[in-house]
């Protein structure tokens, strides 16, 4: 099988960000080197991601056509079911490219495994062109879990790691909760959901400062309280965190967290006269308002995202 078009994800180098900012490369390494910073460092990331992509470009080139985009433009860039989407950078970018791909297999690679971990990247350049070479008539792919919003005015979001739901500035977020049989008005920090595959990011974070606390409380080991691992990234369900709610006489602190599920959703109506916002993944600049008397209602997506896997 042939697909349409090899499209090449990429996110623009911190090195042409920190150039913006000093107006000049030589300017960046002078002032940073001032403050025992080292711009040289972000040069040589470019340089490896750039080097990345022009190999694997140059090989896709030789098989079908190649679009090659930064993450922004994503959410405006026409998907058809047989392309085959190449992310190029760390896992955050596998993250992104997931909430739009649907079930479009990505091929996640590692541009520099000596500096990046790469959990959702199991291919290095050598071994991503070899397998363009070689490409397989069906992927061998990992299903991956996406959670899915829906606001009461029609409007969805996806993601592949996390939703906050609260205040863009981070102050209280104000809002009504449902869950099961229970509802509540909180006033928190906002609202985590995470996936499974999310559940070794921000869901991490937020467990274990809580865990860590308890068990400076109570005196309880912390390796005794450690929240049992999802078994997997295709696991049917997600979890709800609220984060720091305050008990007072509007609002309540007693359902801040669960399962969510296809028949058990969580429905949150804002509160917030300003500043209410919902977004996915950490991107912040997608974000969605969330003014009051907006609901949102989230479930697991009935699409699973799909990464190729290596052949062992």
């Given at each position: 099988?042939?697909?349409?078009r090899?499209?090449?994800?990429?996110?623009?180098?911190r090195?042409?960000t920190?150039?913006?900012?000093?107006?000049?490369?030589?300017l960046a390494?002078?002032?940073?080197?001032e403050?025992g910073?080292?711009?040289?460092?972000?040069e040589?990331?470019e340089?490896?991601?750039?080097?990345?992509?022009f190999?694997?470009k140059?090989v896709?080139?030789?098989?079908?056509?190649?679009?090659?985009?930064?993450?922004?433009?994503?959410p405006?860039?026409?998907?058809?079911?047989?392309?085959?989407?190449i992310a190029i950078?760390?896992?955050?970018?596998?993250a992104?490219?997931?909430?739009?791909?649907?079930?479009?297999?990505i091929?996640?690679?590692?541009?520099d495994?000596?500096?990046y971990?790469?959990?959702?990247?199991?291919?290095?350049?050598?071994s991503?062109i070899r397998?363009?070479?070689?490409?397989?008539a069906?992927?061998?792919c990992e299903?991956?879990?996406?959670?899915?919003?829906?606001f009461?005015?029609g409007?969805?979001?996806?993601?592949a790691?996390?939703?906050?739901?609260?205040?863009?500035?981070h102050?209280?977020s104000l809002?009504k909760?449902r869950?099961r049989?229970?509802?509540e008005?909180?006033?928190?920090?906002?609202?985590?959901?995470?996936t499974p595959?999310g559940?070794?990011?921000?869901?991490?974070s937020?467990?274990?400062?809580?865990?860590r606390?308890?068990?400076?409380v109570?005196?309880t080991?912390?390796?005794?309280?450690q929240?049992?691992?999802?078994?997997?990234?295709s696991?049917?369900?997600?979890?709800?965190?609220?984060?720091?709610?305050w008990?007072s006489?509007?609002?309540?602190?007693?359902?801040v967290s669960?399962?969510?599920?296809a028949?058990t959703?969580?429905?949150?109506?804002s509160?917030?006269?300003?500043?209410?916002?919902v977004f996915?993944d950490?991107?912040?600049?997608?974000?969605?308002?969330?003014?009051?008397?907006?609901?949102?209602?989230i479930?697991?997506?009935?699409?699973?995202?799909?990464?190729?896997?290596?052949?062992?």
């Open positions: 099988m042939i697909p349409s090899f499209i090449l994800i990429t996110r623009r180098p090195a042409s920190i150039r913006d900012a000093y107006a000049s490369a030589r390494s002078f002032i940073m080197g403050q910073e080292s711009y040289e460092e972000y040589r990331e340089r490896k991601l750039k080097e990345a992509a190999r694997i140059s896709a080139a030789e098989l079908g056509p190649v679009l090659e985009i930064e993450r922004n433009l994503l405006s860039t026409p998907l058809g079911r047989h392309d085959v989407l950078g760390q896992d955050g970018l596998v992104n490219t997931l909430r739009y791909s649907a079930d479009i297999p091929l996640g690679v590692n541009p495994p000596d500096s971990e790469g959990t959702l990247l199991p291919f290095d350049v050598g991503a397998y363009l070479k070689c490409r397989p069906r992927e061998h299903e991956v879990t996406l959670a899915e919003g829906i009461s005015n409007a969805k979001i996806k993601a790691n996390d939703i906050f739901i609260g205040k863009s500035d102050s209280s809002y909760i869950h049989e229970e509802m008005h909180h006033s928190s920090s906002g609202i985590i959901v995470s595959m559940a070794t990011g921000w869901q991490r937020i467990l274990e400062g809580s865990l606390i308890l068990s400076a109570t005196g080991p912390f390796r005794d309280i929240e049992k691992e999802p078994t997997g990234k696991e049917n369900r997600l979890r709800f965190w609220v984060r720091e709610p008990q006489l509007k609002s309540q602190s007693s359902l669960g399962t969510i599920t028949g959703p969580l429905l949150v109506t509160e917030m006269g300003e500043g209410g916002t996915a950490g991107m912040q600049a997608d974000s969605f308002a969330f003014p009051a008397g907006e609901s949102l209602q479930t697991p997506s009935a699409t699973k995202g799909r990464l190729i896997l290596k052949y062992s």
